[in-house]
């Protein structure tokens, strides 16, 4: 798996002897539908969320399972900032809830916490969760778990070309030697391998910002289960359709 902006992928998920192809190394889950699964129950929206926070726990468990290394959660976009503020706070009160519960359950097992995203837009209390939930699992060995955090694709891209014309003009960045690999470098993604999955769930189609750059080849899976009803079936279910794929990255077939 290559690092974002890499131009040299690998060209398909079957194995060098044939056998069954190996599970992707980064999936990536835009998690929609917790709101349509409150009302279509007579609950309020928060019930929802709460509902959305045990299909997390389900799907890093399962991740695990599976033998994947990296999954990103799109947990709250930049738009979502947008939302009514009664259900702004619920938000952010499962996150701070998140953040101080369930960190050290997650760290027992090895998961390694990162986060991206204007951590800035939160209160200085959750700022400083975040901070704490990278450190105390920066050690860890298992799961890479990314927590995708008041995150826009295009706000992410325009932080990454300004940072390349500051370092343009102050002489560190040759503008001749300004190429996909060092732009990839200045997003907030730089250590985390491109997606090779994207899954969203509640059925519906378009991407919502996120992962611009880095799903340029990523295989894109919309499935109509809400995600609070997501899981591990639904999970090996999306690991077999990507199995299924012939991954070319725009080769020609043969």
Do not use: C
Not at 130 to 150: P, R, Y
Not at 164 to 187: C, Q, S, V
Not at 189 to 206: C, M, V
């Amino acid at each position: 798996m290559t690092q974002s902006g890499s131009t040299q992928p690998v060209r398909d998920n079957q194995t060098a002897t044939g056998g069954s192809p190996p599970p992707p190394v980064h999936v990536a889950i835009i998690m929609d539908g917790n709101g349509r699964w409150a009302t279509s129950r007579g609950l309020p929206r928060v019930a929802g969320h709460r509902a959305g926070v045990e299909a997390v726990r389900r799907a890093v468990r399962t991740a695990g399972e599976l033998g994947l290394q990296w999954l990103t959660l799109y947990a709250f976009s930049s738009e979502n900032w947008r939302r009514p503020l009664s259900e702004i706070i619920d938000l952010t009160g499962l996150l701070r809830h998140f953040l101080r519960m369930e960190i050290a359950d997650l760290h027992s097992k090895g998961v390694r916490l990162h986060f991206i995203g204007d951590r800035t837009k939160f209160d200085p209390g959750i700022q400083s969760d975040i901070a704490q939930a990278e450190k105390t699992t920066n050690n860890n060995a298992g799961l890479n778990l990314v927590i995708a955090l008041s995150y826009g694709g295009r706000a992410e891209i325009v932080a990454a070309a300004r940072k390349t014309a500051e370092d343009i003009i102050a002489g560190r960045l040759p503008i001749e030697a300004l190429d996909e690999t060092n732009f990839a470098e200045r997003l907030s993604t730089a250590e985390i391998p491109d997606p090779d999955l994207i899954i969203r769930t509640s059925g519906e189609k378009r991407l919502s910002n996120f992962l611009l750059w880095q799903g340029a080849y990523a295989e894109l899976l919309f499935v109509d289960t809400l995600w609070p009803d997501f899981g591990p079936s639904e999970f090996t279910a999306a690991l077999a359709e990507f199995a299924r794929r012939d991954r070319r990255f725009g080769a020609r077939p043969g």
